[in-house]
């Protein structure tokens, strides 16, 4: 699979504006957060699950690397989701006041491939919610 231009990396790692982690479990609210930040502080927010799902729409020779690979059951590799953040933040750097990402990373091994690629985060916000709240929130029907 590719790779990012060495000098795209480069430019992200010296990137002077801030970078938020925000995590938790799945319906903990990190969506509705990262929306209320994005708003409050025009903050550009990134999903790594809408930048690989952006990517395989677009019907790109990549888009269509990562379909393979998720249609196959498998997981993409964190250096693909890593490069496709890098991508995001290189392109909106001139018109965004900082960056909050959503649910990345989800692995130690993800954080370490992200602060060897662009950087350290500048904050990290972990979202923590009941276990039963966790459950209850998940059965609720989601609106799309």
Same mark, same amino acid.
């Given at each position: 699979?590719?790779?990012?231009?060495? /000098?795209?990396?480069? =430019?992200?790692?010296?990137?002077?504006?801030?970078?938020?982690?925000?995590?938790?479990?799945?319906?903990?609210?990190?969506?509705?957060?990262?929306?209320?930040?994005?708003?409050?502080?025009?903050?550009?927010?990134?999903?790594?699950? /809408?930048?690989?799902?952006?990517?395989?729409?677009?019907? =790109? =020779?990549?888009?269509?690397?990562?379909?393979?690979?998720?249609?196959?059951?498998?997981?993409?590799?964190?250096?693909?989701?890593?490069?496709?953040? $890098?991508? $995001?933040?290189?392109?909106?750097?001139?018109?965004?006041?900082?960056?909050?990402?959503?649910?990345?990373?989800?692995?130690? /091994?993800?954080?370490?491939?992200?602060?060897?690629?662009?950087?350290?985060?500048?904050?990290?916000?972990?979202?923590?919610?009941?276990?039963?709240?966790?459950?209850? $929130?998940?059965?609720?029907?989601?609106?799309?």
């Amino acid at each position: 699979m590719g790779s990012l231009h060495p /000098d795209t990396l480069n =430019s992200c790692s010296s990137m002077t504006l801030p970078v938020v982690w925000i995590l938790g479990g799945p319906g903990s609210g990190k969506g509705t957060q990262c929306n209320e930040i994005s708003t409050k502080y025009k903050f550009t927010h990134l999903s790594s699950g /809408d930048l690989l799902r952006n990517e395989v729409m677009s019907g =790109s =020779s990549k888009g269509q690397e990562l379909f393979k690979t998720m249609h196959e059951g498998c997981l993409v590799p964190d250096d693909e989701i890593v490069n496709l953040i $890098a991508k $995001a933040i290189e392109k909106n750097t001139a018109e965004t006041k900082g960056f909050i990402i959503d649910g990345f990373p989800a692995t130690l /091994d993800q954080a370490a491939l992200f602060e060897e690629k662009i950087g350290s985060p500048s904050k990290i916000i972990v979202i923590e919610v009941i276990d039963d709240l966790l459950k209850s $929130a998940i059965r609720r029907p989601r609106k799309f």
